[in-house]
Nanobody, 125 residues
């Protein structure tokens, strides 16, 4: 089993930055593709981006390309989501997820095996 815990959320003004962390425990995530998703009130959970187990490949939803960066530190068993130039429409609960088998191009939430509990990100205008 993999337990995931997100941190780093909060309230930020538009054009500001936040860095979310996702710390894993229970077993190493070094062989897992790791994804970030978000869910705004009244909306479905949305793929934000993912990173391959080596860190060599990343994939992002179009709306965050050029603003968000996913990275990972397999020694620390942690994945990060650096969010820059934040917009009010980025407001959501952000979740990290682990995928045992699959590439960073897997965008379907149901495909991911383990989930964190989420962290709230609120961007004010």
């Amino acid at each position: 089993q993999v337990q995931l815990g997100e941190s780093g959320g909060g309230l930020v003004q538009a054009e500001g930055s936040l860095r979310l962390s996702c710390a894993a425990s229970g077993r190493t995530i070094s062989t897992y593709t790791m994804g970030w998703f978000r869910q705004a009130p009244g909306k479905d959970r949305e793929f934000v981006g993912a990173i391959s187990w080596t860190g060599g490949n990343t994939n992002y939803v179009e709306s965050v390309k050029g603003r968000f960066i996913i990275s990972r530190d397999n020694v620390k068993n942690t994945v990060y989501l650096q969010m820059n130039s934040l917009k009010p429409e980025d407001t959501a609960v952000y979740y990290c997820a682990a995928l045992r088998f699959g590439s960073s191009r897997v965008v379907t939430p149901n495909a991911y095996d383990y989930w964190g509990q989420g962290t709230q990100v609120t961007v004010s205008s």
